[in-house]
């Protein structure tokens, strides 16, 4: 019988997973659900699951190699959230737009966490 953590470490390979809490009006909130899977040669496409909760999830992507391949995907991924399409959770889609406008220059993560978003590893 396979151990339960090696068994584990096999479903996700080439995935990290993470979500995204914030302070909204006295409340600690789960606003976003992030998932990147790698490409196993490392130059391949890299797939960013987006999902702000209650909106449609999206993807981007980035492929090549020689450069923060996961700011890019995210930032692809966020660009495809349409927040007009989602009026309830519009001001949320801009917010995230905005904290990772740039990105690039700092990473996803310190971007995140420079608007205010605290970040807890999933996978």
Known sequence: MTDIYNQHAAAFINVQAFTAFKLI????????KVAFKFPK?????LYCYLHILGTPMVRGMANGYGYDKRSAAIMDAVNKMDDKESAI?????????AA???????????????AGYTILTAV
Do not use: F, V
């Not at 040669?41 to 496409?45: M, S």
């Not at 959770?89 to 737009?97: H, N, T």
């Not at 990772?100 to 420079?114: F, M, P, Q, T």
């Open 89 to 97: 959770y519009s001001g949320q889609i801009s917010d995230l737009k």
């Open 25 to 32: 009006d006295g409340n600690i909130t789960n606003l976003i």
């Open 41 to 45: 040669d490392g130059a391949g496409r």
């Open 100 to 114: 990772l406008y740039n990105c690039e220059s700092k990473d996803y993560d310190d971007a995140l966490r420079d």
